[in-house]
């Protein structure tokens, strides 16, 4: 198992909480009242910084409800926490939605999910393998 450090950088922060014992991912909260006007987006602190073994990202995705009833997700999910930042995670989200949409601090705004990062390395050549699919892209596979 692997152990990630946690820190609090504000008084109010709350630490990262699973809902379920299966759950893939826990909940972040803000940790200020934000904003974030009809179709716009902002950056949304969670008062908390963490420290994860070199083999494990973060990733920032959003949270289904806030995208289906609020139409509230994460802009660039998945946000991706690398394992050398030692800042504050901020979630840049974006209002989807008609209506300003408050985030209050305390409220859950994404989840956090810890993933795996494969050893890579990459290799420069002249000529790639062939397969079936070749070159075909952007639903070239389908409908």
Request: glycine letters at 12%; one cysteine or more; hydrophobic letters at 35%.
């Amino acid at each position: 198992m692997n152990t990630v450090k946690i820190k609090k950088l504000t008084s109010n922060a709350i630490i990262p909480t699973r809902q379920t014992a299966n759950s893939a991912g826990y909940d972040l909260y803000a940790s200020e009242d934000v904003t974030i006007v009809s179709h716009g987006f902002a950056a949304v602190g969670t008062g908390i910084s963490v420290e994860m073994p070199n083999n494990i990202e973060g990733q920032v995705r959003p949270r289904s409800g806030l995208a289906f009833k609020h139409g509230i997700t994460v802009l660039n999910s998945p946000g991706t926490i690398d394992a050398d930042y030692r800042g504050e995670i901020r979630v840049c989200l974006i209002n989807h939605s008609d209506t300003d949409y408050d985030v209050h601090a305390g409220d859950r705004i994404a989840q956090l999910v810890f993933a795996a990062v494969a050893p890579t390395e990459l290799m420069e050549v002249s000529q790639l393998g062939a397969t079936e699919r070749g070159e075909g892209g952007f639903g070239s596979t389908g409908k």
